[in-house]
Antibody, heavy 118, light 110 residues
Framework: EVQVLESGGGLVQPGASLRLSCAAS????????MAWVRQAPGKGLEWVCT???????YYADSVKGRFTVSRDNSKNSLYLQMTSLRGDDSAVYYC????????????WGQGTLVTVSS | NFVLTQPHSVSESPGKTVTISCTGS????????VQWYQQRPGRAPTTVIY?????PSGVPDRFSAFIDSSSNSASLTISGLQTEDEADYYC?????????FGGGTKLTVL
């Protein structure tokens, strides 16, 4: 069974950094792109970034230069390093497994909440 | 920029059929696959349609989707509505390496 499980969310002050993790299981991790998608309270889904199995990365303009996505294929793990956090980064962050076709999600994690507030 | 626009909300009665639209602007919706995600209140999203019109295993065939190139839109149709279908529905596609989500449609089954 495919599972992706996020961790690392919490309450941080503006300007701080935070690292999210996503543990994956049930599939050949290195063969699939992975993505982070976020959802601000009461708002819709917003794509944050994608990373290919080989480590190529792509970012939304709203996070480019502040967020860094990475993966450790030996640990079946995905990470999101977030720096210079702002109030509008407050959201539930979902780890997503990309399907066989690029740009499609076939499995979602349960999400981890990040709150940026003083 | 490629934008996907959905109606804010739709409502229909149990047993009926409802269609949710997703209209593209700034590009051709037929150029990339469209996906549809269901998000029940307080829950994570799940995929109900991928690659325009394919259903993941476990998604009932009451869910179907269609791409209309003439109107540059995608649509999700749910037939035989059940109360459990009440949720937010998001369309999603991509251009190049950038993903785009529609704003979401709240489906009320009353």
């Amino acid at each position: 069974e495919v599972q992706v499980l996020e961790s690392g969310g919490g309450l941080v002050q503006p300007g701080a950094s935070l690292r999210l993790s996503c543990a994956a299981s049930g599939f050949n991790f290195v063969s699939y792109d992975m993505a982070w998608v976020r959802q601000a309270p009461g708002k819709g889904l917003e794509w944050v970034c994608t990373i290919s199995g080989s480590g190529r990365t792509y970012y939304a303009d709203s996070v480019k230069g502040r967020f860094t996505v990475s993966r450790d294929n030996s640990k079946n793990s995905l990470y999101l390093q977030m720096t210079s956090l702002r109030g509008d980064d407050s959201a539930v962050y979902y780890c997503a497994k990309v399907g066989t076709a690029a740009g499609t999600v076939d499995h979602w994690g349960q999400g981890t909440l990040v709150t940026v507030s003083s | 920029n490629f934008v996907l626009t959905q109606p804010h909300s739709v409502s229909e009665s149990p047993g009926k059929t409802v269609t949710i639209s997703c209209t593209g602007s700034g590009g051709s919706i037929a150029s990339s696959f469209v996906q549809w995600y269901q998000q029940r209140p307080g829950r994570a999203p799940t995929t109900v349609i991928y690659e325009d019109n394919r259903r993941p295993s476990g998604v009932p065939d009451r869910f179907s989707a269609f791409i209309d190139s003439s109107s540059n839109s995608a649509s999700l149709t749910i037939s035989g509505l059940q109360t459990e279908d009440e949720a937010d529905y998001y369309c999603q596609s991509y251009y190049g390496t950038t993903w785009v989500f529609g704003g979401g449609t709240k489906l009320t089954v009353l």
